[in-house]
T-cell receptor
Framework: EDQVTQSPEALRLQEGESSSLNCSYT??????LFWYRQDPGKGPEFLFT???AGEEKEKERLKATLTKKESFLHITAPKPEDSATYLC?????????????FGTGTKLQVIP | DSGVTQTPKHLITATGQRVTLRCSPR?????VYWYQQSLDQGLQFLIQ???????AKGNILERFSAQQFPDLHSELNLSSLELGDSALYFC????????????FGPGTRLTVL
């Protein structure tokens, strides 16, 4: 069974304190890995897609990387507005179609 | 604003009842996905429709059903509701048939009393 595990479950950072969120996965037939951001009571917002090991994507203070077993979301000099839950999801082959499995997320709080 | 709309925003009902949730995808998107999000289980994929046809099925209960209409809007029907069905239900859409970049709606919060 496909598994996606995110760590830590929660992370509290001071403004400007850089850190990384981890997403490890055990799947067969990985087609892509996604990062989403979700604010309380709202729908997830797409951030990045990564397709192959070694790939990196950047957007403002966020940088996502991918290896064969895990992905990292690096947050550089975070600001309070970066506070949110960050979700990782994997896209896999599932017998004639592709499906997406989400992790349970890392809740990030950035304190001014 | 993702361009995906969902109605209603909130729904309160009793056990045993039936409800219908509605979703309109972004203009030009052919796929619609339904997800259930509860506190203890995270975001669970239920079902995907692509251009009117069922494309992929996830952990959708037999009491739940969905369809996508010719104008591409979709409805999720939940019947014989139980307390455990209380959750946020999200709809998402994407351009093609593959679950790549998905745009999520604001969700419908269902409370079953």
């Amino acid at each position: 069974e496909d598994q996606v595990t995110q760590s830590p479950e929660a992370l509290r950072l001071q403004e400007g304190e850089s850190s990384s969120l981890n997403c490890s996965y055990t799947v067969s037939g990985l087609r892509g890995l996604f990062w989403y951001r979700q604010d309380p009571g709202k729908g997830p917002e797409f951030l990045f897609t990564l397709y192959s090991a070694g790939e990196e994507k950047e957007k403002e203070r966020l940088k996502a990387t991918l290896t064969k077993k895990e992905s990292f979301l690096h947050i550089t000099a975070p600001k309070p507005e970066d506070s949110a839950t960050y979700l990782c999801a994997v896209q896999v082959d599932a017998g004639g179609y592709q499906k997406v499995t989400f992790g349970t997320g890392t809740k990030l709080q950035v304190i001014p | 604003d993702s361009g995906v709309t969902q109605t209603p925003k909130h729904l309160i009902t009793a056990t045993g009842q039936r409800v219908t949730l509605r979703c309109s995808p972004r203009s030009g998107d052919l796929s619609v996905y339904w997800y259930q999000q509860s506190l203890d289980q995270g975001l669970q994929f239920l079902i995907q429709y692509y251009n009117g046809e069922e494309r992929a099925k996830g952990n959708i209960l037999e009491r739940f059903s969905a369809q996508q209409f010719p104008d591409l809007h979709s409805e999720l029907n939940l019947s014989s509701l139980e307390l455990g069905d209380s959750a946020l239900y999200f709809c998402a859409s994407s351009v093609g048939s593959l679950p790549n970049e998905q745009f999520f709606g604001p969700g419908t919060r269902l409370t079953v009393l």
